[in-house]
C-alpha cells in the first residue's frame, strides 16, 4: 500500500514562513506529478502546486504565485513546499499527492494517492 507522509506543519504569524515536506512510505510506485492541494474549514480541496517529477516543471495556483515554492528531491524522494509570506488565508490542512498518470494536473481528481494532510495556521 502507498502512503504519503507530511511533515512540518505549524502555528505562525503573518509574514512567517514554513516549509512542508512529503515522502511515500510503503511499496514504491512510479509517479509523473506530485501536487500540493489545500482544505480551509467549509471549503473545497484547492490545488496549490504540483511537480512534474521528471521535468521538474511547476504549477502554481494564483494566490500562492511568488510566495510558495514546490521543489523535489530526486535522491531523498521527497517533496516540498516552501511557503512565504504567509497571510492568514493560508491556513488551512495541506495534502501532499501523487499522480501516476502522464503528466501533470491541477485537478484533485487526477492524483491517485494521498498524505493525512498537515495543518498550517496563520496569525494575523
Known amino acids: 500500500q502507498v502512503k504519503l507522509v507530511e511533515s512540518g506543519g505549524g502555528l505562525v504569524q503573518a509574514g512567517d514562513s514554513l516549509r512542508l515536506s512529503c515522502a511515500p512510505s510503503?511499496?514504491?510506485?512510479?509517479?509523473?506529478?506530485m501536487g500540493w492541494f489545500r482544505q480551509a474549514p467549509g471549503k473545497e480541496r484547492e490545488f496549490v502546486a504540483a511537480?512534474?517529477?521528471?521535468?521538474?516543471?511547476?504549477y502554481y495556483a494564483d494566490a500562492v504565485k511568488g510566495r510558495f515554492t514546490i521543489s523535489k528531491d530526486n535522491a531523498k524522494n521527497t517533496v516540498y513546499l516552501q511557503m512565504s509570506s504567509l497571510k492568514p488565508e493560508d491556513t488551512a490542512i495541506y495534502y501532499c499527492?501523487?499522480?501516476?498518470?502522464?503528466?501533470?494536473?491541477?485537478?484533485?481528481?487526477?492524483?491517485?494517492?494521498w498524505g493525512q494532510g498537515t495543518q498550517v495556521t496563520v496569525s494575523s
Open positions: 499527492a501523487a499522480r501516476v498518470g502522464w503528466g501533470s494536473s491541477r485537478n484533485k481528481d487526477d492524483y491517485n494517492y
Open positions: 510503503g511499496r514504491t510506485f512510479s509517479r509523473n506529478a
Open positions: 511537480i512534474n517529477w521528471i521535468a521538474g516543471t511547476t
